[in-house]
Structure formats: C-alpha cells, structure tokens
C-alpha cells in the first residue's frame, strides 16, 4: 500500500468499525488490517471520516470576513461588498482562494465549489494545494446589452472548457449563470444546452431571499424555481445554492429532475434570508448537500459547523427533534456533496477515493464518546482535524499543512485585505 | 503587579484597543503600559476579552454527551436521559463537572451557574479548578407530599446557606426551583421569599417549550411568567432560563422586575424548543445572558458557539441581518452573564476582578482580522483561547490547564459514563 491510516475507528457506510484504511493509487483499496505501506498515518484516538465537501463558496471573499456584519443586505452589498469587491485583481483572488484552502484543509475539507471571478487562478490555488473543486465563473448579465451578455457568459463556457479534468481531474467545471435575476433569459436557456452539450454540471443560486421570489412573480409572473422548470433549465449533473423559499411542489420540481441543493445554514441565518425546509426537501427526496457560502457572509469554511448547524435549524424549524438526525447531517456534508459535484468519493469504502478528514475525539468537549457520530456533528469542531488527505496525498498532517506555506498565506491575504480596504474607504 | 497580560489588544468597554492589562491582587489595575509584574502571559497576536459567562447549565451532564440525540423531547427525557441519570451518585456528579470545567476552561469560560443535584460536589470542583460559578440544586417537587416537597425544598436552602460566598467568594449560591411545572405554588413562593430574605439570587426555568405554556393555561389558568407574576416570585436578583415562548407583555415584566433570561440557542434548537425571541427583549429593555444549558442537548459548552447562535438565529427568526449584532452578542455572553449572576466581572477595565480569556487571532480561520468583535463571534471557537485568567489567576497557559489534570479527568469521566450507559441498558 501507498498509504496506512492506523489504529483510529473509521466511519463506513456501515457504521464506526475498528479499522486501518489501506491506500493505493489513491483509491481505498483496504478498510480492516493493513500490514505494509510506504507511508503510515497515526488515526489513534482518531476517527477517519470521509474528506467534507464545501458544495457552495466564493472562497477569494475570505479577504472579506468581518469586513461587514450585521446589516441588511443591501446596505451589505451596496454599500461594503460591492466597493470593496470592485478592487479586486487576480491577484487578490488567488491570494484570498489560498486562505481559504488553508482553512478548508485545517478544517478537513477536501473538496469545495466555487463560483466567482478570475476563476483561472482559482485552478492554479486548486491545482497547487492538492484540493479537488468545481469550478464555475460566476456570470451576470443584468444591466448588458446583448453582445456584453453573450461574451460574458462564453468567458464562463470558456473557463469550464479549458479547465474542466485538468489537475489529474481534481479541477472539474461547472457552468454557472449567476442567478435567475441577475442572467437574462437567454443565457439562462444557453447556459442549461451548453452543460448538457457538453456535460458540464449546472449551478446558480436559488431563491435565497423572499425579496427574489416576490421580483420573480412581479416580473416574470412565476417564481424563480417555475421560471428555470418553464425554461428547461434542470439537469442531472445540476444543482442549486440555498433554495431558503421554495415550496413543496417547487422540492417535488427538483426532486423529479435529479437537481440537488446545497444548503448554506450559517449564511442564510446571517444575512436574514431565513432557514431553508430542509427537513422537507429531504422528504421530498432532494438531495441535499451542504455549503458555507463566502466567508463574508459564514465568517468561515467550518463544514462541520454547518453540518451542526443544519440539524440544529431543522429541528427549530420545524418543531421536530428528530428532524435532521446526525448521520444525515453527515451525509449531507460529505457523499451527498461528493455526488453534486460530480466526484465519486463522499465515502470509506473499497474503490472510493481516498478523500479523508482524521478527526481527533480526544479532547475534553468530545469526552466522553458515547456515538462517534453525534460528537462529530454536535460537538466537533473545524479544529478537532488532524490529518486531511485527498486522493491518497497527505495534504495535512498532525495540523501543519503540507502543501502550503500557512505562515506565508496568512500574510499575504491580511495584506491584500487592508490594501483593500483602504481603497473601498479611500 | 502580580500578573501582566501582554502585548495583545485589549477588548474594553471603549473598543479594541492595543494595551497590556495589569493585575494585582486579582483585580484589574492597568489596561495600558505594565511595566513590572511577578508573571508575564503572552498575549502577542491575541485579543484579552473578560471570561465567558455560561449562565445556565447542568454540568455534570458532559457524562451524557452524545448519549441520545435526535429524537422527541419527552423520548430524550423519559427513555434515555432520567434511566441513565437515576444511576448517578455523587462520585459521578463531580467526575462530570470536573470534565465540564475543563473543557469551561479551555474554551475561556471563567464562571458558570449550575444547577443540579449532589451540589456540594460540583462546589467541590468550582474551589479546585478556580472557577467562580453560581450554584443551586434543583428542587423539583411534583408528584411529592407536602412534607417531601419541603424536604426537597430545604435541601437546596441548606446548601445555598452552606455555600455561598464560599472558596474566597469564586462559590456563590442560588435559590433554584427547578421549573413551574415541577414544583408546588408553596414552594414557588418560599423561594421567592427566601432568596429575598437571605440574599440569593433565585432562577428557575422558565417558558422552554410551548407544550409547558399550554399545559400551564390549563393548569392553572395562565402562562408560567404571568403565574409567576402573580405569585411575586420576580426578584431584582433573579433570572430565568430559556424564555423561548415569551410574548411581549411577558417581557415587558421581566424588563420591569430587572428579571433577566439565559439564552440558551443551541439547546432550543437541538431539543425543538424553538428560537427565542431575543431581539424583542433586548427592545423591551430585558437583561439577556447565555447559557450552554446541559452538555447532553448542546451537546458542548461552547460560549463562543453560542454567541454566534445567538446572533445568527436571531437573524434568521426575525429576517432582519442587523439583529443582535456581535457587539451584543459579546456583551450577553460576558458582562450580562457576570451580573445576571451576581458577580462584577464581565469586562476589562480598571477596578473589576480579572477574569480574562486571551483568544489567538492567528489562525487561517480568524485571518484577515477587518474586526476583532465580527472575528471573535463568526469566525472563533473554543479551540481558539490560549489563556484564561480568574481572579488574576493563571488556570490555563498555552491551552494547558493549570488547576485540573486533564488526562485523568477525561479518562474517569469517560469510564464514568460507559459504566452509567451499561447500568441504564441493564
């Protein structure tokens, strides 16, 4: 074997066993006795949990967090976001990407979504930190004429064309019109023919705010989720951000259509969107996967936290203590976001990618561990990480990550946020 | 000066601002230039913010953590958690709340309030680990005769008159009928008029669930607050846990009877209690604190955590992104707590004791720092604090507590909960 993660208990599909896993290649090749490896990782006390995918993020907006809180949305973006986004060079996208793998590896996430701009130096943050992502330029055509909308929308189909398999296919492309209110009709048509064309996966934000819907009946005359179904806009390998405000027939819409939804807790409670009907899209049979979205709006890349968070919220929501139990928030955050994104892991098991987080339960806050699974979702933390690997590369070890220069990180993207900030206010 | 917290930024009443804080005798003395002192503590890169206040929780239930999770309240309560907890005696009591204040302390919490049973056990851990907490035993009279009742009554009058002021004043001692629902309106009332004879503060649970205030209406004809009214239970040295299904008049009573409430968002959500309406009592005028409530319906004692809950769920529940801003958040979970609880700490300034939580702003997650308040109450966690101080004394350095041998406590409170878990599964 390439790799042995030793001596922790290992949560399978199955349930927590006892177990080595065995890597070759990349792939789990053994979960039970591994005798011989070329490299060996110390799980003791440990549980190997499969790697946790982000299914919804704008990363480079790590330079943002804690930039603005605690205001309503608009003056959010219109006055904070919007200006300060404004200065923003490839330069800085990289920079503010690069943190945000740092934290996502710390954090044992293997694998996010990102939808956003100058997305070529997104793959190379990608390619370098060992991570698997989907990749998608983030086009709006609001407020553009025709020609502006169409060579906005190719720089997306570009993008995805030239980027999607590459990193030995741990960058794969999404094609991505913003949002139905901030794409024409048009491009929102084009966008769904190119990716079945061309077999991309299919994103955009949905029905994050009840101020969308409202537009959506006032302008179009139906909601956000019936204007995409009258458009044709569903594919299999697609899926949606937030979807705070549909009803049960618009889940039935996405479930019939094999459309997922990345559900992103933290940010809809944050920016006052509301809370999601998870426990409802699941019974709906939606999958559900689980995003931070950007930091600015999160202020982190905890998957764990989310995934607390959307079994907390459910159970709010709907007055139902059962709603939401622990291994569906995990699933959530790993095999369900795996299979949105159009990556095969999500999973320990036989033939899986090896994409794996090694969470320490030794701590005080996870003693003691009555159900590995409830302390992970309840109690853990991004922190309580100690390995993280993706395709069978150790990518952190014992907290120090392996493929980036944390120190140097850090100080390039505080650096690159308060020149922004100076400009934004300048 | 005996201690010098130094070369952070200093989280003070003004703001945040670059100093050092000196320490004598306990007690705040300096936030600016220290110059000498007995004992440096390197706060370089963090911010020194008062210590956390948990102001409601049952601590020796860190034995129950993860034990039974995601099923209906009265499942939870009659099936899992009362068999598992019958078998709970005094060794197991203090092996609970010794693992409860390590992990307190680890996360920057300096003071707690508990109320529970075996009492002098859990002030037996308070005077041992350096903590302050406020303690009361949870008197729960239903289904007892009259002279049981007052047994049970007296029982935490005694150790309230017993303990308090005890371990140089760091032990406090409350007067706690455990809820409306459990105890006798005699009992109700000879609380109130003990804890206003003797000096105690006096709290009890109040309007956690919405089958409590319907019940009430029944019973007796009224909801629990205003039955409470209407027994002149208020104190100005009292407060109440939970407060999820207040309505506004009910509010405007606590706010006119200085009565505080201990938020305690994560146990609401996670026991489908609801969210509370904590935006409507700010506006009312009413003290609000937090709590972690038991670690078996948290299940951690993660005051950060619970700051952000505060602040995001009051977000989502409202739809308004301004509601209970960090600001706010950082004050209920430190100055309110402190004076709900009857102590005066709460903040670093000159004349208070120096109760201290020294949080590193360095990590990936906390990094680029816009705001220390936004970073600390959506970005930080548990895992983040490197020093707490209480009363000028060093309890944890480096994330290494001082006052407890944290091995030995993980390992008897784990061995704690597996023989209690055996014994309640017969």
């Given at each position: 074997?390439?790799?042995?993660?030793?001596?922790?208990?290992?949560?399978?599909?199955?349930g927590?066993?006892?177990?080595?896993?065995?890597?070759?290649?990349?792939?789990?090749?053994?979960?039970?006795?591994?005798?011989?490896?070329?490299?060996?990782?110390?799980a003791?006390?440990?549980?190997?949990?499969?790697?946790?995918?982000n299914?919804?993020?704008?990363?480079?907006?790590?330079?943002?967090?804690?930039?603005?809180?605690?205001?309503?949305?608009d003056?959010?973006?219109?006055?904070?976001?919007?200006?300060?986004?404004?200065?923003?060079?490839?330069?800085?996208?990289?920079?503010?990407?690069?943190?945000?793998?740092?934290?996502?590896?710390?954090g044992?996430?293997?694998?996010?979504?990102?939808?956003?701009?100058?997305?070529?130096?997104?793959?190379?943050?990608?390619e370098?930190?060992?991570?698997?992502?989907?990749?998608?330029?983030?086009?709006?055509?609001?407020?553009?004429?025709?020609?502006?909308?169409?060579?906005?929308?190719?720089?997306?189909?570009?993008?995805?064309?030239?980027?999607?398999?590459?990193?030995?296919?741990?960058?794969?492309?999404?094609v991505?019109?913003?949002?139905?209110?901030?794409?024409?009709?048009?491009?929102?048509?084009?966008?769904?023919?190119?990716?079945?064309?061309?077999g991309?996966?299919?994103?955009?934000?949905?029905s994050?705010?009840?101020?969308?819907?409202?537009?959506?009946?006032?302008e179009?005359?139906?909601?956000?989720a019936?204007?995409?179904?009258?458009?044709?806009?569903?594919?299999?390998?697609?899926?949606?951000?937030?979807?705070v405000?549909?009803?049960?027939?618009?889940?039935?819409?996405?479930?019939?259509n094999?459309?997922?939804?990345?559900?992103?807790?933290?940010?809809?409670?944050?920016?006052a969107?509301?809370?999601?009907?998870?426990?409802?899209?699941?019974?709906?049979?939606?999958?559900v996967?689980?995003?931070?979205?950007?930091?600015?709006?999160?202020?982190?890349?905890d998957?764990?936290?989310?995934?607390?968070?959307?079994?907390?919220?459910?159970?709010?929501?709907?007055?139902?203590?059962?709603?939401?139990?622990?291994?569906?928030?995990?699933?959530?955050?790993?095999?369900?976001?795996?299979?949105?994104?159009?990556?095969?892991?999500?999973?320990?098991?036989?033939?899986?990618?090896?994409?794996?987080?090694?969470?320490?339960?030794?701590?005080a806050?996870?003693?003691?561990c009555?159900?590995?699974?409830?302390?992970?979702?309840?109690?853990?933390?991004?922190?309580?990480?100690?390995?993280?690997?993706?395709?069978?590369?150790v990518?952190?070890?014992?907290?120090?990550?392996?493929?980036l220069?944390?120190?140097?990180?850090?100080a390039?993207a505080?650096?690159?946020?308060?020149?922004?900030?100076?400009?934004?206010?300048?």
């Amino acid at each position: 074997m390439d790799l042995a993660v030793e001596d922790g208990v290992v949560l399978t599909p199955e349930g927590v066993v006892e177990a080595d896993v065995g890597v070759d290649d990349g792939v789990v090749r053994v979960v039970g006795d591994v005798e011989d490896a070329d490299q060996r990782l110390d799980a003791s006390g440990c549980v190997v949990t499969p790697g946790l995918v982000n299914s919804h993020t704008h990363a480079a907006m790590t330079l943002f967090r804690g930039y603005a809180d605690d205001m309503p949305l608009d003056t959010w973006l219109e006055e904070h976001i919007w200006p300060i986004e404004s200065g923003l060079d490839g330069d800085d996208v990289e920079k503010g990407t690069r943190l945000a793998a740092l934290e996502m590896i710390e954090g044992g996430t293997t694998c996010f979504a990102d939808m956003y701009f100058e997305m070529d130096r997104v793959a190379d943050v990608v390619e370098d930190s060992g991570m698997k992502a989907l990749l998608g330029y983030g086009a709006i055509t609001v407020g553009k004429d025709e020609d502006e909308a169409r060579e906005e929308f190719m720089q997306g189909v570009e993008f995805a064309r030239e980027h999607h398999g590459n990193a030995d296919g741990r960058v794969r492309a999404m094609v991505t019109p913003h949002a139905p209110y901030t794409c024409s009709t048009e491009v929102l048509e084009e966008a769904a023919k190119v990716a079945q064309d061309e077999g991309f996966v299919l994103h955009t934000h949905l029905s994050e705010t009840r101020e969308e819907v409202e537009d959506s009946v006032e302008e179009h005359g139906e909601t956000p989720a019936r204007r995409l179904d009258d458009l044709g806009f569903w594919r299999p390998e697609g899926y949606v951000a937030h979807g705070v405000h549909l009803d049960e027939d618009e889940l039935e819409l996405l479930a019939e259509n094999d459309v997922a939804v990345a559900h992103c807790p933290s940010a809809n409670a944050k920016l006052a969107s509301g809370i999601a009907p998870v426990a409802d899209a699941l019974d709906a049979d939606v999958d559900v996967c689980l995003g931070t979205d950007g930091p600015a709006s999160n202020n982190d890349l905890d998957l764990w936290e989310e995934a607390r968070l959307a079994a907390l919220l459910a159970k709010a929501r709907e007055f139902d203590a059962a709603a939401v139990p622990a291994e569906t928030a995990v699933e959530m955050a790993t095999e369900n976001g795996s299979r949105a994104l159009g990556f095969d892991a999500g999973r320990v098991e036989e033939g899986r990618p090896a994409d794996l987080a090694v969470v320490d339960l030794e701590s005080a806050h996870l003693t003691p561990c009555h159900s590995v699974v409830s302390n992970l979702v309840y109690s853990a933390n991004a922190g309580d990480v100690r390995h993280t690997v993706v395709d069978g590369e150790v990518v952190m070890e014992d907290g120090r990550v392996e493929t980036l220069d944390a120190e140097a990180v850090k100080a390039e993207a505080e650096e690159a946020a308060v020149e922004l900030a100076e400009e934004a206010e300048g």
